[in-house]
């Protein structure tokens, strides 16, 4: 299983939106940083309070519109480059690669939300707060970001079963998401 978790990591790899995605997680604190910056947030610490917007109001935005976008590309990828029926013929049955490829969601969703803590601590040291409390906050960020994977799951679930096309799925994630 672990190989082919890694594999479909070699396929994604030459997709650009990956790395967009994170770098996306390292440049959304830097909104909220400015606004802390300009207008501080009462009597929170700047981290704490950066940390809690990016958490209450960040991640439920942009995790799952990611998410699903990446869901699509995953299983979109073998019936776009038609190496779908060369899957086929190999001996690996269909629930092992699906359920591969939903572990890489996991995976980047787990990263994402991370990446996100970790931008929150160099705002927060840059607007000059104090950084209190790292593992308690990368342990809820870890489990955000697994939980919210986990709520995209009916998406990927219409995604396979409509096997449409990038852009069916692309609205469906943003409705799922906006109606959230």
Do not use: H, Q
Request: glycine share 8%.
């Amino acid at each position: 299983m672990l190989r082919l978790i890694k594999c479909e990591f070699w396929k994604l790899k030459r997709k650009k939106f990956v790395l967009f995605v994170i770098f996306a997680a390292l440049l959304f604190p830097i909104p909220f940083t400015a606004l802390i910056i300009n207008g501080g947030i009462g009597n929170m610490d700047a981290f704490e309070g950066l940390y809690e917007m990016l958490i209450s109001m960040g991640e439920p935005v942009m995790l799952p519109c990611i998410l699903g976008i990446i869901a699509a590309m995953l299983f979109f990828m073998e019936r776009d480059n038609g190496t779908l029926k060369n899957l086929r013929a190999v001996p690996v049955p269909s629930w092992k690669i699906a359920t591969a490829k939903i572990a890489v969601l996991f995976v980047l969703g787990f990263l994402y939300s991370t990446m996100t803590v970790v931008s929150a601590m160099i705002g927060g040291v840059i607007t000059g707060g104090v950084i209190t409390d790292v593992a308690g906050k990368l342990g809820i960020a870890a489990l955000t970001g697994i939980l919210y994977t986990a709520a995209i799951l009916p998406v990927v679930i219409a995604i396979i079963f409509f096997n449409r096309s990038y852009i069916f799925s692309i609205i469906l994630t943003f409705f799922y998401t906006m109606f959230n």
